[in-house]
């Protein structure tokens, strides 16, 4: 783990109490919300905005959860579905505000399927460019490291895949070329949620190594997965969710069997 020379630790990622709200209009779904939102609008206009609180539905996906990451930790975020991991790593990276509490960060955090922006309608060739641009690399970074990219990803080993359009490809080629576009650059903070869980073992295997190269860079890297055997495979540390509550945080094995004895996973 990396350090500053005087043997201490390097945080990356304060959680300081972080809780994180998600209002939803309309209360109910189908042909009600959108007479509700015609309410909204009708009372806005009689009562200048009184009623525009009615109908909005407050969801609490994140509650009073703190923790300190540091530098060369790879921690694994497990929970069931709907236990607030996805959401936490958006907090983090910035795309979403919190409720109460602070979120600090040290660098700049990738969450991965965000920064590398991909668009269907350009080739893989062409988007790799695009999403090696928007992590900020140089063109010339982009150009050195382009096979790397390509070859990383796999896409070509059954055709000449990076030369057709992103929309040609299936949802699993797609996401094993945004990893290796992000895994390309070196982060302060890489978050990647679920994107091991695409492609077959010999891509887990090589987007497992190199999440061990990114720590040993001294970066921070934040896994999100349903498999208990890539967390166990890349994390030194994990984050137990559920309903939004941090459960447990502490060295791999020891919160993944506390989670497998609770959930039978």
Not at 130 to 137: E, V, Y
Not at 150 to 158: A, H, L, R, T
Not at 228 to 238: F, P
Request: hydrophobic fraction near 35%.
């Amino acid at each position: 783990m990396a350090d500053n020379g005087t043997g201490e630790r390097i945080p990356t990622v304060i959680a300081d109490d972080v809780h994180i709200v998600y209002r939803v209009n309309g209360g109910g779904g189908g042909r009600g919300s959108a007479t509700a939102a015609l309410s909204r609008i009708v009372g806005r206009r009689k009562g200048g905005g009184q009623t525009a609180s009615r109908g909005v539905r407050k969801v609490h996906a994140v509650r009073g959860v703190s923790f300190t990451a540091y530098r060369g930790e790879a921690i694994g975020l497990i929970g069931t579905n709907g236990s607030g991991k996805s959401t936490l790593l958006r907090a983090i990276a910035g795309l979403l505000p919190t409720e109460h509490g602070k979120v600090y960060t040290d660098g700049q955090p990738s969450l991965l399927g965000v920064n590398a922006a991909l668009m269907n309608d350009l080739t893989g060739e062409r988007n790799v460019i695009l999403g090696g641009l928007a992590m900020g690399m140089s063109r010339e970074e982009i150009r050195k490291r382009y096979q790397q990219i390509v070859d990383f990803s796999g896409i070509n080993e059954k055709g000449d895949f990076i030369s057709l359009p992103m929309r040609t490809y299936s949802s699993g080629m797609g996401a094993r070329l945004r990893f290796a576009i992000a895994a390309a650059k070196n982060h302060d903070v890489l978050m990647i949620d679920e994107a091991l869980a695409t492609g077959d073992r010999a891509f887990q295997i090589r987007s497992e190594e190199r999440i061990r190269e990114l720590r040993k860079e001294a970066g921070t890297v934040f896994l999100v997965s349903h498999s208990n055997k890539s967390i166990r495979d890349t994390c030194d540390r994990v984050l137990w969710l559920e309903k939004g509550e941090l459960l447990m945080d502490g060295p791999t094995e020891e919160v993944l069997r506390a989670y497998e004895r609770e959930t039978g996973k």
